[in-house]
């Protein structure tokens, strides 16, 4: 995985502050330049009269140089880091736009986020600015939560579905891997989707019904990513593939998830979600995302 160059989304929030560590730590650990990016939010930019008018540009002006002035200590810090850097202001009546116009339009390697865990009516409400960059993000995606805590990649944890995308994950986990010292869990989740009969006769788990599954899986698995230098695990576990790799996350102080996101379409999305997003929202840790190859 190569990373010349960096951008962070800043939204000043206590969160970012912790996103914005972990780009300097990644920065630092490529010898990449970091962009500081804050999206201003234009409310107004979808009524093209509002928008012209020159009061609201004044508006837009001023937000703007409040922005470049909580920018400037954030920088300040990249600078002390031993790091080139700079600061960009991107426009747009929803943040999560802003920052996806200004990745297509700039050629970065790596995009680092803070991620809010909203949860029921304000996250119907208001969406998540960082699933919507996770979903849609031309380049890999650093999903940072704000219970995160400090980075230090030493334990890495890589689910596989053995689809073409978690696949990319695997190939890519290894690398970064070695590049910080870290260990590798590769992790399979099989779904628990059994008829109601089996449960009436007292079998609760599909590795009751098939015991061969689980060793049929991890030889598939290990074919799979092949021959991995350094510490590595390989688990074959059963329940919904989400959570189960949050709990594993948990319970084996994970520091860093990699995945690769599926890309769904927005009717796809809809009706079937995405295992990658909902790790996002859940995780007790940073998940990178690696993005579908076109």
Same mark, same amino acid.
């Given at each position: 995985?190569?990373?010349?160059?960096?951008?962070?989304?800043?939204?000043?929030?206590?969160?970012?502050?912790?996103?914005?560590?972990?780009?300097?730590?990644?920065?630092?650990?490529?010898?990449?330049?970091?962009?500081?990016?804050?999206?201003?939010?234009?409310?107004?930019?979808?009524?093209?009269?509002?928008?012209?008018?020159?009061?609201?540009?004044?508006?837009?002006?001023?937000?703007?140089?409040?922005?470049?002035?909580?920018?400037?200590?954030?920088?300040?810090?990249?600078?002390?880091?031993?790091?080139?850097?700079?600061?960009?202001?991107?426009?747009?009546?929803?943040?999560?736009?802003?920052?996806?116009?200004?990745?297509?339009? $700039?050629?970065? #390697? =790596? *995009? /680092?986020?803070? &991620? +809010?865990?909203?949860?029921?009516?304000?996250?119907? !409400?208001? @969406? %998540?600015?960082?699933?919507?960059?996770?979903?849609?993000?031309?380049?890999?995606?650093?999903?940072?939560?704000?219970?995160?805590?400090?980075?230090?990649?030493?334990?890495?944890?890589?689910?596989?579905?053995?689809?073409?995308?978690?696949?990319?994950?695997?190939?890519?986990?290894?690398?970064?891997?070695?590049?910080?010292?870290?260990?590798?869990?590769?992790?399979?989740?099989?779904?628990?989707?059994?008829?109601?009969?089996?449960?009436?006769?007292?079998?609760?788990?599909?590795?009751?019904?098939?015991?061969?599954?689980?060793?049929?899986?991890?030889?598939?698995?290990?074919?799979?990513?092949?021959?991995?230098?350094?510490?590595?695990?390989?688990?074959?576990?059963?329940?919904?593939?989400?959570?189960?790799?949050?709990?594993?996350?948990?319970? $084996?102080?994970? #520091? =860093? *998830? /990699?995945?690769? &996101? +599926?890309?769904?379409?927005?009717?796809?999305?809809? !009706?079937? @979600? %995405?295992?990658?997003?909902?790790?996002?929202?859940?995780?007790?840790?940073?998940?990178?995302?690696?993005?579908?190859?076109?």
């Amino acid at each position: 995985m190569k990373i010349n160059s960096i951008v962070a989304a800043v939204d000043f929030s206590e969160n970012a502050h912790l996103a914005l560590d972990y780009a300097i730590y990644m920065a630092r650990s490529y010898s990449a330049r970091l962009t500081l990016l804050h999206a201003v939010v234009d409310y107004s930019g979808a009524n093209l009269e509002t928008a012209t008018r020159p009061e609201h540009r004044q508006f837009v002006e001023v937000e703007s140089g409040i922005a470049r002035q909580k920018l400037q200590p954030l920088l300040e810090k990249v600078h002390a880091a031993g790091l080139k850097g700079n600061m960009r202001l991107e426009e747009d009546i929803l943040p999560g736009d802003a920052i996806l116009n200004h990745l297509r339009a $700039n050629h970065y #390697d =790596l *995009i /680092v986020i803070g &991620t +809010h865990g909203q949860t029921g009516i304000k996250k119907w !409400l208001y @969406g %998540s600015v960082a699933e919507k960059v996770v979903r849609y993000s031309p380049i890999p995606v650093l999903s940072v939560p704000h219970k995160a805590k400090a980075p230090d990649f030493k334990k890495i944890l890589v689910p596989m579905d053995f689809s073409d995308y978690s696949r990319q994950a695997a190939k890519q986990a290894p690398k970064i891997a070695q590049k910080f010292g870290a260990s590798i869990e590769f992790l399979n989740v099989i779904e628990q989707q059994m008829h109601p009969a089996f449960y009436a006769g007292g079998i609760e788990s599909l590795f009751e019904v098939d015991p061969e599954i689980r060793p049929r899986t991890l030889e598939l698995m290990k074919k799979t990513t092949g021959a991995v230098p350094g510490e590595t695990v390989y688990k074959v576990l059963e329940g919904s593939p989400h959570k189960t790799i949050v709990e594993e996350a948990e319970e $084996n102080g994970v #520091d =860093l *998830i /990699v995945m690769a &996101t +599926h890309g769904y379409n927005y009717l796809d999305h809809i !009706l079937l @979600g %995405s295992t990658t997003e909902r790790v996002v929202s859940h995780a007790p840790c940073a998940v990178l995302t690696i993005e579908r190859k076109k």
